[in-house]
């Protein structure tokens, strides 16, 4: 991908999403996202999650104030 910014979460055994790698994102964003579970604890084959709008994308309104201060949009 030509992107500045994106993130490799994996779910850890606790069932909390973990970065596995990142690039250009800061520190701060990664500890306020690494706990949003993405997917349900018991889920085994999931697909990869694309955001095109994090605006608009139900279920991220509280993370809206951290995606403006990261420039993170559509």
Excluded: C, H
């Excluded at 850890?12 to 596995?20: E, H, I, L, N, Q």
């Excluded at 964003?29 to 690494?34: G, L, M, S």
């Excluded at 949003?36 to 994308?57: C, I, K």
């Amino acid at each position: 991908l030509d992107v500045e910014r994106a993130g490799v979460l994996l779910t850890a055994p606790d069932g909390t999403s973990r970065f596995k790698a990142s690039r250009g994102l800061s520190s701060t964003y990664r500890a306020r996202v690494e706990s949003y579970p993405a997917w349900p604890p018991d889920e085994t084959f999931t697909q990869p999650m694309l955001v095109p709008d994090v605006a608009r994308e139900p279920g991220w309104e509280e993370y809206q104030q951290q995606f403006q201060e990261e420039n993170i949009g559509a």
